[in-house]
């Protein structure tokens, strides 16, 4: 077999004092296709180089690590699969045009390679509010949300009134707003719907800013009930590899950063069960703990949604995110967790996820993937 990785994402990286083992004699050529830049010139090696690196190390096959220079169909056809870390979502908001989205999208659609993750999946997981419907009519818990396609000159008198409207039925003033697709905190907002009616220049202006993005696939301004517990209890972001639960880690992404330039600030915690607190290498003193329970009851909902997701024939995503937040409004006296978001290439947070080996684990899902491939 053939492999290629796509690796080019300026986010996730994990710092020289925390590679493990097998990452400590990376070449300077592969180091140097990273493109995370911390600050005062301080240089992280991006997860996805990283994993590129530990495919190439301990696969039999030839593994070639590819760039966006590589992105062309004639390329492409040089080999047996193409993982693409480096996706077309990532390389049109890198590149800020849609026309670029629609040709990689070609080219996959067109390879004699097995590309991964699989065009369909990538389409579903894209349309936040398609993948939200879904799960809600299959008894999975969501949020509620409504949506307005994105185009040029958007109403904003008549969205605010429907805005108010569901407000009004979900008995609060606060909500947010957020574009599909999204990701990298673009777009996300809290509003107060009584100060937008008595003032909506900032909604308004709000939305000429989304209305100038790339618009890919199904383009929606998604609105949710805002949900006060978000910020108070931990995001579980569950991880799947090959359809099975590797490891979970707990954010709490503080508000202001949210939607601005810049790093995101991020506190974290770790199921009390998946790390030996003797060895734990952390930058917490003393980490907060998950639940082991409420693991438990997470990874239930999380095989019965793998199941939901379109299903490639080749079996279950190499990787997979799950994220569950904090709580439904639905009057029970113990609220439950929903899900928040799904993802195909998600953030591994390797410079904090050190209870596991997160960039060996996924290096070892694609190596189990390839050889799921030949056997077939």
Known sequence: MKIGIIVGIKTDAISEERFPKWLEDI???????????WD?????LSSDVAIAHYVRKF??????ILTKKDINLKKFNEYDIIFGFYEPYYYTHTMKSNDYY??????IK???AKFLQPLELQKFVLNKKLYTDTLHKNNIPVMETISFQIKDNMNHTNILNKIRIQCNHWGTNTFISKPQPGGFGIGFKKWDINKLIKNDKPFLSYLKKIEKQVRIEKPLLL?????????????IRTYWLNGKYSHSIGTIIEPESLGVSGFEKVNFAYPEKEYNARIFNTYDDKPEKIEDNLIKELKVLGKKILKIIPQDKDGPPFLFRIDFGCCLNNKKNCREYFVNEIEYAPNLFPEYSTHVDVLGRVGDSILKKVNSLKRK
């Open 110 to 112: 067109n390879t004699s």
């Open 27 to 37: 070449d300077d050529k592969t180091f140097n296709l990273s493109k995370e830049k």
């Open 102 to 107: 629609r040709k990689y999208s070609s080219i």
């Open 223 to 235: 609105i949710q009930n805002y949900v006060s517990e978000f910020e108070r209890f931990y995001e």
């Open 59 to 64: 696969s039999k096959d030839k593994v070639d």
């Open 40 to 44: 005062n010139g301080v240089y992280g």
